[in-house]
């Protein structure tokens, strides 16, 4: 019958276990008996050479040897079985210098020659051996007799039987197995502990499950469109799939080293270090608007994961703008339909002359106002965006001018950037115009070039932003705008004084601005406007051609020379 290997992981160990430890504890018995069975030999021998030195000190053994005749009843017999009785010796054999017997267990065997080579005793060493002798298998030493003047007259030879070696090496045995059990017990217990808490953490899978899940998650995490970034107790990333190194530029040989060695210092950095607390927190790296989460794990690491909401917030962007356009059009059709019946009554009684005349002002009204950007901006996306804006500006009741500084020639590198950045700033502006409620509500938009550098400059009339605050509102979760209450859903509340900086999940516009300045190599920075209010600047090196189409200078009061 085939013995069939258990499959889950618990199993196997447990069984490897029981294995190692009954193998362990065979080879440790083997390992301890070995050396016991030549402990016990040694000792044998030195109890019999211990009986056969007593037995030759004996003065009146070597006086008999030299005196009497080797007899079954002589002095030296009677001597000799007194002590191998005492001691319980096999024999204890008295032999005088030719190697007769003077003394033997078997008294038939007295007065013959020994049955060993003795030489070696009479020539005065001691002797230790097991050997095979007349009565069989037995430890024994041999001693050499000396007379009283120290000549060597004979030799006593004792053996120790060796089935009384054998019975205590047996003794041994069974107190030896008891306390090998003991400790196979303990083994199997150990094991079997291991084995289930094993079971626990393990869920009960086997091996190839194991595999296959190691396989799937590796596959899972670089193959999902979402960053997993994985830190150990010590913060260092232990795993960083192909998502999150898109989206912080991370390399896969960052694994073991610290997020502050991989990442530069800034919000991403704090986010996904768990300096910044709260869930699906904002976050610009790149210049892509990302997500971030963090979780803790048992072991005292965690995991952060990341989201791309690059496209959603362009989408979002792109429906603010509709929404912008949509608000412009219903502003102007609410204007034209105010003109139209003005001009009905006009016609009504009979002013012909002055409704042409009406007319003709409206139309050279607003061909002055987009004659006027268009002369000034050259690329057609940015002058749209400010001819889209001053008509939103225009129905909130903001004022939206062009600085008489303002030229930009048509050679933009990416119209997109200048547009990113300019249409959160003039939102950003709009939204404090609004809230403040100032007397000559005002956004003054300045865009020049110098050389390949373009400078971009939003001032407006609102409350301004305090020294202190002038860095964070750069910061993403940093916003402008108070969170509507709920009985205003649509905007803040219309009897607050003024915009105030307050941390929210939607502060990410001049976040924005500022990456994409750094981008580009530049800055963005705030300032106090003379009279109240915020300056807005942001230089963007590069974002110019550097053709040779001729370009006005500007001093640095914004005069062109």
Not at 481 to 494: I, L, V, W, Y
Request: zero cysteines.
């Amino acid at each position: 019958m085939r013995i069939r290997w258990p499959r889950r992981v618990s199993g196997q160990v447990l069984a490897a276990q029981l294995s190692i430890t009954a193998g362990v504890m065979v080879l440790a018995t083997a390992l301890f008996l070995a050396p016991l069975s030549s402990e016990i030999d040694n000792q044998a021998m030195h109890q019999a050479l211990a009986i056969a030195q007593t037995t030759a000190a004996d003065p009146d053994i070597a006086r008999d040897l030299a005196a009497t005749e080797p007899t079954p009843s002589g002095p030296v017999q009677r001597a000799a079985e007194r002590i191998r009785r005492s001691t319980g010796a096999l024999y204890i054999v008295v032999m005088d210098s030719r190697g007769v017997r003077w003394s033997h267990t078997t008294t038939a065997r007295i007065g013959e020659h020994v049955s060993t080579d003795p030489r070696e005793a009479l020539s005065g060493r001691e002797v230790l051996q097991i050997d095979v002798g007349t009565l069989g298998r037995s430890a024994r030493a041999k001693v050499p007799l000396r007379a009283r003047d120290g000549r060597i007259v004979g030799a006593v030879s004792v053996g120790i039987g060796y089935g009384s070696v054998r019975d205590q090496l047996l003794a041994a045995v069974p107190r030896l197995l008891l306390y090998a059990g003991a400790a196979l017990a303990v083994g199997v217990l150990a094991a079997i502990a291991v084995s289930r808490r094993l079971r626990r953490r393990t869920h009960g899978v086997a091996f190839a499950d194991i595999s296959a899940l190691l396989d799937e998650r590796e596959a899972m995490l670089h193959g999902i469109r979402e960053g997993v970034v994985a830190f150990d107790r010590q913060g260092r990333i232990r795993l960083v799939n192909d998502e999150a190194g898109r989206l912080l530029g991370i390399h896969p040989d960052a694994t073991g080293r610290t997020l502050e060695e991989s990442l530069p210092p800034g919000r991403t950095t704090d986010v996904l270090a768990g300096r910044v607390d709260g869930a699906d927190l904002l976050t610009v790296s790149g210049g892509r608007v990302l997500v971030a989460n963090r979780m803790p794990t048992k072991d005292g690491g965690a995991v952060a994961t990341l989201r791309d909401r690059t496209e959603l917030e362009l989408l979002g962007r792109e429906l603010d703008s509709t929404r912008g356009l949509l608000d412009a059009l219903r502003a102007q059709d609410h204007e034209h339909a105010n003109r139209l019946h003005t001009l009905l009554g006009l016609l009504e009684l009979g002013l012909h002359e002055r409704a042409a005349q009406f007319v003709a002002e409206l139309t050279n009204a607003r061909r002055a106002s987009a004659e006027q950007i268009s002369e000034r901006v050259h690329d057609p996306m940015l002058s749209a965006l400010l001819v889209g804006k001053s008509a939103i500006v225009a129905e909130r009741g903001v004022a939206l001018r062009i600085s008489p500084a303002t030229l930009l020639p048509g050679r933009v590198v990416d119209p997109r950037d200048l547009v990113t950045v300019l249409g959160n700033l003039i939102d950003n502006a709009l939204d404090a115009v609004a809230a403040h409620r100032s007397s000559t509500p005002l956004i003054e938009v300045e865009l020049r070039a110098e050389g390949t550098t373009a400078v971009l400059r939003v001032s407006d009339t609102g409350p301004g932003v305090p020294p202190g605050m002038r860095e964070q509102i750069f910061t993403e979760g940093w916003s402008t705008k108070r969170p509507a209450p709920p009985d205003f859903p649509d905007g803040p509340d219309p009897h607050e004084g003024s915009a105030a900086v307050s941390p929210r999940r939607r502060g990410i516009g001049l976040a924005l601005v500022r990456r994409l300045a750094e981008r580009y190599g530049g800055m963005a920075r705030v300032t106090a406007r003379a009279g109240g209010g915020a300056v807005f600047t942001v230089v963007l090196p590069e974002a110019l051609t550097g053709d040779d189409t001729p370009t006005h200078e500007f001093t640095a009061a914004g005069e062109s020379r």
